[in-house]
């Protein structure tokens, strides 16, 4: 079966461009979250997502926005872009069912974002 | 506040050795955690994970053991192999709530040499 799949793999932007980064989760998982790495540091939460709906949101700015498809897919957002927003962007996709449970993440490969 | 905590950055264990990487945690509501591995240019593989009712789980030759009272857990690795230098990160969850994130510590990077 496929993994977590992450498109593109590399971007250079310019200071106050935009980006949209992309994720298809593991077949048959509708939950799918968001996370960015800069160096020397752990992935940090950004945004999670179940059946559409925005289920939790990290310490990022406005600037950061994402959605999630009818068919679990996502996309993240980020305008207005910073230097600081060079980082690797993560995304995680997990089967999530409804009721309290504790649940593993799977992660994609990444997409390595570089803001000149 | 860095709520998981890595405290050594590198660890270097010969081949064949254990390998014990550890971890901290500051949120008594934490009671899920789980151990990652990462190879550079690729993303986070999961590895194991232990909820706080266990205090040890065990999958071939990686054993995690989870001490609430302490609030630390430690990742076993035996014995060693090269193929296992990478960066391990240590991360944490809560049940309940409308979301399930991970909060991670900054990594350790483990190196076995032959």
């Known amino acids: 079966d496929a993994g977590v799949t992450q498109s593109p793999t590399h971007l250079i932007k310019t200071r106050g461009q935009h980006v949209t980064l992309r994720c298809s989760p593991i077949?048959?998982?509708?939950?799918v979250s968001w996370y960015q790495q800069v160096l020397g540091q752990g992935p940090q939460f950004i945004f999670q997502?179940?059946?559409?709906?925005?289920?939790g949101r990290g310490n990022f700015p406005d600037r950061f926005s994402a959605r999630q498809f009818p068919n679990y897919s996502s996309e993240l957002n980020v305008n207005a872009l910073l230097l600081g927003d060079s980082a690797l962007y993560l995304c995680?996709?997990?089967?999530?069912?409804?009721?309290?449970?504790?649940?593993?993440?799977?992660f994609g490969p990444g997409t390595r974002l570089l803001v000149l | 506040d860095q709520q998981v905590k890595q405290n050594s950055p590198s660890l270097s264990v010969q081949e064949g050795r254990i390998s014990i990487l550890n971890c901290d945690y500051t949120?008594?509501?934490?009671?899920?955690f789980l151990w990652y591995k990462k190879y550079p240019a690729e993303g986070p593989t999961f590895l194991i994970s232990?909820?706080?009712?266990?205090d040890k789980n065990e999958d071939g030759r990686f054993t995690v053991f989870l001490n609430k009272s302490a609030k630390h857990l430690s990742l076993h690795i035996v014995p060693s192999q090269p193929g296992d230098s990478a960066v391990y990160f240590c991360?944490?969850?809560?049940?309940?709530?409308?979301?399930?994130?991970?909060?991670f510590g900054k990594g350790t990077l483990l190196t076995v040499n032959p």
């Open positions: 995680a996709s997990s089967i999530r069912t409804s009721g309290v449970y504790q649940e593993t993440q799977y």
């Open positions: 077949s048959g998982h509708k939950s």
């Open positions: 997502y179940y059946e559409k709906e925005e289920r």
């Open positions: 949120n008594s509501m934490f009671d899920y």
């Open positions: 232990i909820s706080s009712i266990k």
């Open positions: 991360a944490a969850s809560t049940s309940g709530g409308s979301n399930y994130k991970l909060t």
